[in-house]
């Protein structure tokens, strides 16, 4: 292979792996919730909370199964807010910022823009993402989604898995909050 051919594979993958970074971000904001001073999940104090931190690995099955991981700080709601994702060293990935009148997303590609964070989520994704029950999940809501089984049970612990069976492929979210 020359090494123009070598380049165009590796920009596409680059590329993918972008995608699935994006992808992952919206999945952050729908998995996360810190856990509070006194050790115990209160919900009223969740249900205030607007900034979350920490680290996440995203479990794609299919043919080629695909990993990745990062850190993270999510601040705002499903209506206004931003969400940062940072490599192990700290340097930012990427940012996205979303409100009333749209959502960006900045990477190394560069600033793109969509009409809401749902087209964001869809674009980067392939698939819609339900993005106001992921800030109900942030709360401890444990909202249904179809095809999305989001475990709660040890968010008192700073970690929350969940996972997407339908449709394929399937799909793991593992978080562990900054405690």
Known sequence: MNNGGRSKRLNALRQMGFVWLAFAIFFIAGCSIQKSATNTFDIKKESE???????????????????????????????????????????????VEWNAKGATLNSGEGVRR???L????????????????LFDWLRGEPSPVPGWDPDLRLLADGRLIARRTNPLPAMTLRVVLDQ
Not at 53 to 62: C, E, I, K, N, P
Not at 120 to 133: C, D, H
Request: hydrophobic share 45%.
């Open 118 to 133: 749902d087209a964001l989520a869809t674009s980067a994704s392939g698939n819609p993402i339900p993005v106001a029950a």
């Open 49 to 95: 909370r607007t900034f979350w931190a920490g680290r996440l690995a995203l479990q794609v099955d299919g043919s080629d199964v695909q990993s990745f991981a990062a850190s993270f700080e999510l601040r705002g709601t499903a209506q206004q807010g931003e969400l940062r994702l940072f490599t192990p060293l700290g340097s930012t990935v990427a940012v």
């Open 114 to 116: 969509f009409a809401s």
